[in-house]
């Protein structure tokens, strides 16, 4: 069976895409505590990684790094959000894909700490 959202093609699907990926972004900013955090340290990592970066890889790899912990939060939210409208009781399964969530974003933010401790330090 088909879902009945899908069927939009062309310009009107990507112009719908463009509006819910919107959507999304902005609802996580407004409810996702830790991703406002995120983006905070991004506004800020960004220009840093292009003024401390010596070489256009290194500028990539220091920016991709933290725009990982961004992708990694958004997949973490709707995880949780998920989660939450399956059921609010607890559950072992529950707390599990909540905590491997979770534990993907540490990896995600090891992962950046990693990479520019290795290009600034290295």
Same mark, same amino acid.
């Given at each position: 069976?088909?879902?009945?959202?899908?069927?939009?093609?062309?310009?009107?699907?990507?112009?719908?895409?463009?509006?819910?990926?919107?959507?999304?972004?902005?609802?996580?900013?407004?409810?996702?505590?830790?991703?406002?955090?995120?983006?905070?340290?991004?506004?800020?990592?960004?220009?840093? *990684?292009?003024?401390? @970066?010596?070489? !256009? %890889?290194?500028? $990539? +790899?220091?920016? /991709?790094? =933290? #725009?990982?912990? &961004?992708?990694?939060?958004?997949?973490?939210?709707?995880?949780?959000?998920?989660?939450?409208?399956?059921?609010?009781?607890?559950?072992?399964?529950?707390?599990? *894909?909540?905590?491997? @969530?979770?534990? !993907? %974003?540490?990896? $995600? +933010?090891?992962? /950046?700490? =990693? #990479?520019?401790? &290795?290009?600034?330090?290295?």
């Amino acid at each position: 069976m088909e879902s009945p959202f899908k069927g939009k093609t062309g310009l009107r699907r990507i112009l719908n895409a463009a509006h819910y990926s919107a959507d999304g972004l902005r609802a996580a900013y407004r409810h996702e505590d830790a991703f406002r955090q995120e983006i905070w340290l991004t506004l800020v990592a960004v220009p840093l *990684a292009l003024w401390l @970066g010596d070489t !256009a %890889v290194e500028r $990539a +790899l220091m920016i /991709a790094s =933290v #725009v990982l912990v &961004l992708v990694v939060e958004l997949l973490n939210s709707a995880v949780e959000a998920t989660v939450d409208r399956v059921s609010l009781e607890r559950h072992e399964l529950a707390k599990r *894909a909540k905590d491997v @969530g979770s534990a !993907a %974003v540490l990896v $995600a +933010l090891l992962n /950046a700490a =990693v #990479v520019w401790g &290795l290009l600034l330090f290295g």
